[in-house]
């Protein structure tokens, strides 16, 4: 059965811890719930300041920007992404994302079902 759903009608988790992670909110677009058995899409957004944690896990995962503008650290560098730009993160591989603009930095990001937590 196809499902067919609205981004901004899915729950807003917010991710904010005040430590580790920054004005930042996690939507589940596509996950168990619509019955997806392999991969979750979540929509992440974050504002001004925001970022998630600087971390790493087993599985890989590929983002797509959709607006405002971003930095990805890596172990070693960090890279400017814009609107239309992909990341693909392996497994295993650190890494962070920062919002570097004013706007809200919103990105697509899909991840195996295990690797939603």
């Known amino acids: 059965m196809i499902v067919i759903g609205r981004?901004?009608?899915?729950?807003?988790h917010?991710?904010?811890?005040?430590?580790?992670?920054?004005?930042?909110?996690?939507?589940?677009?596509i996950g168990p719930e619509q019955g997806a058995k392999n991969f979750?899409?979540?929509?992440?957004?974050m504002k001004e300041g925001g970022c998630s944690p600087y971390h790493t896990h087993?599985?890989?995962?590929?983002?797509f920007v959709l607006s405002g503008s971003g930095t990805?650290?890596?172990i070693d560098k960090m890279t400017a992404v814009s609107v239309g730009d992909f990341v693909y993160v392996p497994g295993?591989?650190?890494h962070q994302f920062?919002?570097?603009?004013?706007?809200p930095?919103?990105?697509?990001?899909?991840?195996?079902?295990s690797g939603e937590g």
């Open 7 to 12: 981004s901004r009608k899915a729950h807003v």
């Open 14 to 29: 917010d991710m904010h811890d005040g430590k580790t992670i920054l004005h930042t909110t996690k939507r589940v677009l």
């Open 40 to 45: 979750v899409m979540r929509l992440f957004s």
């Open 58 to 63: 087993p599985w890989e995962h590929e983002v």
């Open 72 to 74: 990805v650290k890596a």
């Open 92 to 94: 295993n591989e650190e």
């Open 98 to 103: 920062l919002n570097a603009g004013k706007e």
């Open 105 to 113: 930095f919103e990105f697509l990001c899909l991840v195996p079902v």
